[in-house]
């Protein structure tokens, strides 16, 4: 190996191409070399190349991990499913439910060449026109997400719709009692807000549950600039406004923390507002929008659960690669603005 087995955190190359050798026999040669892929800060994302072909492999992270997060095979189900549909994915090569071979399930995919769009600063770098055309593809994408119909994807079974977002209200409140680092006074106030608000189940469809710019793989400029939506370790059947929410919330936390611990390309000159994207939703053929309210606490709760899950690893020193020193501050914030998005009139 041009790695030494165990040189990278999360993944023994040799002990991986014995396996993958096994499901694809030939796809990658003997002689491997990997890297981990910078950025992410859930789940661990590999290139790993001959020299020749290269593939992307993905598992989970070090350390804590809640029993219903980091879902390999959720992300594997999901994106082979949507192969061949309005959505673009990246291809799916195999999928290891067997810890023994890295210490946790993965699987295997196809590099897709494009760039997850993270800073303001990076986005600045394309232009203001290219940036509200790279938003606009973004959240049309997101609308033909939602128009397909699980069923004739064979995802007919992929979650509970009934009881989805009282599910979801306990789900992260769980989350949190599994990662809380500290106490904090207004999550329990925003889960208590949430309980109690909780609006009727609507029509069903595909959440992606993390859908943000920089878990898309874009190519600006291009006419297609979005090349595969990744990241679906939180994907399920529920209520799709959900994922517009998110979005939401993912483009103004910039505001919120004061940037730095967390993506702002928001920011940047020619990002479309909140108004534009919900417009762009609605006219792509995406779900019928109206009060947001509970939906955006849920969506900042949630964010804030997440954020403190890291910042819960990085303590523990269990984090791989930089610029998870100052997650835990984004927290609070983001908690104060789910408080004050339900507060109603």
């Known amino acids: 190996m041009s790695e030494p087995a165990g040189a990278l955190p999360g993944l023994d190359l040799a002990a991986f191409h014995t396996w993958y050798d096994a499901q694809r026999p030939g796809d990658l040669g003997v002689d491997l070399a990997g890297r981990l892929i910078a950025g992410g800060k859930s789940n661990l994302t590999y290139v790993v190349t001959d020299g020749t072909t290269s593939r992307v492999v993905r598992r989970p992270p ?31 090569f195999a999928h290891c439910t067997d810890d023994a071979v890295l210490g946790a399930e993965f699987y295997v995919m196809s590099v897709v060449e494009g760039e997850a769009f993270r800073t303001a600063e ?31 994807v064979g995802l007919g079974d992929f979650g509970r719709p009934a009881g989805f977002l009282e599910r979801q209200v306990r789900r992260w409140g769980r989350q949190l009692e599994g990662s809380a680092t500290r106490p904090l006074p207004d999550a329990e106030a925003l889960l208590a807000r949430l ?8 029509e069903p ?4 549950g993390d859908y943000r710019l920089d878990n898309l793989l874009t190519v600006p400029g291009d006419p297609a600039p979005v090349k595969a939506v990744v990241d679906w370790e ?51 053929g995406g779900r019928p929008l109206g009060d947001l309210s509970f939906h955006l606490g849920l969506a900042y709760l949630k964010i804030a659960v997440i954020l403190e899950g890291i910042h819960h690893r990085y303590l523990a020193g269990q984090t791989v690669g930089e610029g998870f020193d100052r997650v835990g501050e984004a927290v609070e914030p983001l908690l104060a603005a789910g408080l004050d998005a339900t507060k109603g009139p």
């Open 62 to 92: 070090l350390g804590h991990v809640q029993a219903t997060a980091h879902d390999m095979g959720r992300e594997f189900t999901a994106m082979s499913a949507l192969a061949g549909s309005e959505v673009p994915v990246p291809q799916m």
């Open 195 to 202: 309980s109690g608000s909780v609006p009727p189940d609507g």
């Open 122 to 152: 990076q986005l600045s770098a394309v232009g203001a026109e290219q940036t509200a055309a790279l938003a606009r593809a973004m959240t049309e994408v997101l609308a033909r997400l939602h128009a397909v119909v699980p069923e004739e």
């Open 234 to 284: 939180m994907a399920t059947l529920g209520d799709p406004v959900t994922d517009v929410a998110l979005l939401l919330v993912y483009d103004n936390l910039g505001s919120i923390t004061g940037g730095g611990a967390v993506a702002d390309a928001s920011q940047a000159p020619g990002y479309p507002d909140r108004e534009t994207q919900l417009a762009t939703y609605e006219e792509a």
């Open 205 to 208: 469809g595909i959440v992606h």
